[in-house]
């Protein structure tokens, strides 16, 4: 590939780090790329450059305010080299977050073209293990040094990269307990909740904390409205199989329109299940758990792929999905998915971009 951009190249390259042990976000490569861009310039000073810490100002607008959206994507080591999975939806919605945060436009195209010059250079990154793969972080934040609230007239884009495996420690399919968050809401419509911002993330700890004091892994969000009807968990969005059909809420302004959940509802119907986006109360959750005709959940989103949902706690009820363990679907789904995201099958949607 013709190199684009240009690289500023590190001294000495780090040491790569166990792909035995590898987790979550721990571990960073040796470039990334960066771009600024100010009201006159637009974006400029394009470049691949070692990856190390940023000087910023403490007057930096993102400190104070808050502006600052993010993105989260992987590249997968095939046979035939790395390949990157749906990289354009990543910037299209990077740039919906920013509309609603009154951040500069990315050029889609161009962001593209920045990560496979970025994925090419270190692709000896990306591990190979089972469930493993290079995890992308694409940000954008407000730098300007101004304590004004108003847009900030200059911001930075970042793109880093980390070698990841399971996101939940315990390998991808160990299933998970989930608890549904009664007292704090995430999101309303009108918010800011569809923008993959920051601080809707700042926002969600509070519960997350609780949840995990009281042995469970995330919270499942209701809606900010009537508190009733299920919107999403913080990482992910959220399926239920009904026998054969799998349904998931559907997009209403304050759920995150996750890219492996747009997947998983096509690859989910190619597959020949029902698919269904709609409300879901959660009292029918927890009923439907009970007898049983709630036979799977699963949550769905790039850094935990597909994670199995075992149990969920909805105030004094405590309700077990099916037997607690994967279920066939679950499975069926994430062996359809990965072998895609990892080239070893067929890419029916033309999902996968070489780099
Ligand atoms: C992702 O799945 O990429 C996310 O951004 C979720 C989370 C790790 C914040």
């Known amino acids: 590939m013709v190199a684009k951009f240009e690289v500023v190249e590190r001294n000495e390259l780090k040491q790569k780090p166990d792909q035995d042990n590898l987790s979550f976000g721990i571990h960073f490569t040796d470039y990334m790329f960066t771009m600024d861009y100010s009201e006159e310039l637009g974006w400029h000073n394009k470049k691949i450059v070692p990856y190390e810490d940023i000087p910023m100002s403490p007057a930096s607008q993102v400190l104070h305010y808050g ?52 994925i090419s250079i270190e692709q000896d990154w990306i591990p190979t293990g089972e469930g493993q793969s290079l995890y992308i972080r694409p940000i954008m934040y407000a730098n300007e040094p101004y304590l004004g609230v108003r847009p900030a007239t200059s911001y930075k884009f970042l793109i880093i990269l980390t070698p990841v495996g399971a996101y939940y420690g315990k390998g991808h399919l160990t299933p998970i307990k989930i608890f549904v968050e009664d007292e704090y809401v995430r999101a309303v419509r009108g918010g800011v909740g569809f923008a993959k911002a920051a601080g809707n993330y700042a926002a969600s700890l509070i519960a997350q904390s609780r ?36 349904v998931t809420p559907q997009l209403n302004g304050s759920i995150l329109p996750g890219i492996t959940r747009k997947s998983i509802l096509q690859l989910a119907a190619h597959l020949g299940y029902e698919v269904e986006e709609r409300r879901i109360h959660i009292d029918e959750v927890v ?69």
């Open 287 to 355: 009923s439907a758990a009970k007898d049983g005709s709630l036979t799977e959940v699963f949550g769905a989103g790039t850094a935990v792929v597909i994670s199995p949902v075992g149990e969920i706690k909805y105030k004094d009820e405590v309700v077990t999905i099916g037997s607690g363990n994967t279920g066939e679907v679950t499975q069926k789904l994430y062996d359809a998915y990965t072998s895609i995201q990892n080239g070893t099958s067929e890419d029916p949607f033309r999902w996968c971009l070489s780099v």
């Open 211 to 246: 949840a995990e004091k009281l042995g469970y892994n995330q919270v499942l969000w209701l809606d900010g409205v009537e508190q009733s009807y299920i919107e999403e968990v913080g990482s992910m969005n959220i399926f239920f199989v009904f026998g054969n059909k799998l």
């Open 67 to 118: 502006q600052a959206v993010f993105e989260g994507l992987k590249a997968y080591k095939t046979a035939a080299g790395a390949q990157l999975f749906r990289p354009n939806e990543n910037f299209k919605r990077m740039n919906k977050s920013c509309e609603r945060l009154e951040m500069p436009q990315l050029d889609v195209e161009e962001a593209v073209q920045a990560l496979k010059q970025l």
